[in-house]
């Protein structure tokens, strides 16, 4: 009878063809298999940074920079796979990095890396190499051990720095942070993180940016500007040959107002101009140093005296960098100078309600007006009018 006997073998192959369809697109593809089994070995990666086992690390992967970081004391770390391209029994994987140290950190540091693999004969994913990513910035554990001194009021973590180095940079914190409590208030961390490079190429990489845009700059602060109590903490970052040149009086002023930066982080906004936000900086640095504002702003002085006195504050490009070294330090001393007039004829208290009223503002464009109405009971006119008497008087 027809329909008992052998089915056609045009038939029989749609069937098998069917089967294998079924076996390939109703399990998982192979590469979500793959991705599957990398996230598998990169969570035993981080549970062994953590647990501090060096056998449990070498088992997914190369040892790589595993000792560079056993002294960082860490809260949390993680990776999250995000990319995975794979040739056969070889991949590259785009990772997230997530961390936290310990007692400073109260949400997670976040930085891509990329990862090489290679997949060995009992199938288990190995871990060749992890980099930073393609335009993100180093950690540093990726240039070279890490040494930690733990200070009264932060941590400092050096790369390349001598024991007595370190310790000095953590007496120099643990004066900056009751310093900018006097003058800010005490409602931040009260505590900071400062990294100490080798030397300014490893600023750079920890910025992941040319060595040549911080040359002759003693440190920078990275945060995230108007951050929430639950960011991550502010790093310090230390160019040690800029460093290394400056008096005992100005490695202090250097590290309090970076420390500064830490504490208005979270009124500082893209509202706030850098004429305040750096000028605030110097003024907490310099404040109580008996320093003359013709010692604290020489180049402002010399522009003075050679009849070059600026007809308006500093605008957010005359704090490049890359620029003009002597325009680069007349726009901070500008600053400086403004926030000093602040302090001196409005007071200590009318300076901090105008930085906050600035930040605090939804937008740039009329952030320093507004503040100036309602905490100064001035103009931006009449003020730039009042700073530039002022720079002629203290600097002449």
Known sequence: MRGRGRAPARQVVALALLLVCLVSCGGRPAADSARADVQRVLDRRAAAVLDRDRAAFLRTGALSWFENLRGVPFAGWSYRVTGLHRTGDRA???????????????????????????????????????????????????????????????????????GEALHRYA?????????????????????????????????????????????????????????????????????????????????????????????????????????????????????????????????????????RLPAALPADKDFAFSGDAGELARAYESGWLACRLIAERWGEVRLREFYRAVGDHERRAGAVEDAMKKVLGTTPERFTARWRAYAEDRLT
């Open 171 to 307: 007496d120099l914190a643990d004066r900056a942070v009751p310093a900018v409590s006097a003058a800010w208030g005490t409602d931040w961390a009260r505590r900071v993180v400062v990294l100490v490079p080798k030397s300014l190429a490893g600023m750079a990489g920890l910025l992941g940016s040319p060595a040549s845009s911080y040359r002759g700059i003693a440190a920078v602060t990275t945060g995230e500007v108007g951050g929430p109590p639950t960011a991550p903490a502010d790093r310090i970052i230390v160019n040690p040959d800029a460093y290394a040149v400056l008096g005992g009086l100005g490695k202090q002023v250097v590290l309090t107002h970076e420390t500064t930066h830490v504490a208005t982080r979270a009124h500082t906004s893209a509202a706030t101009p850098l004429w305040l936000s750096e000028g605030y900086a110097d003024w907490a640095g310099y404040r109580g140093t008996g320093r003359t504002a013709a010692q604290a702003a020489p180049e402002l002085a010399r522009a003075v005296a050679d009849g």
């Open 92 to 162: 590259t994987a785009d990772v997230e990095l997530r961390y936290r140290v310990l007692g400073y950190d109260r949400a997670p540091v976040t930085a891509g890396r990329t990862l090489t693999l290679s997949r060995r004969p009992d199938g288990q994913w190995y871990v060749d190499a992890e980099t930073p990513a393609r335009k993100s910035a180093q950690q540093l554990w990726d240039q070279g051990e890490v040494d930690v001194v733990r200070a009264r009021r932060g941590i400092v973590l050096g790369v390349g720095q001598s």
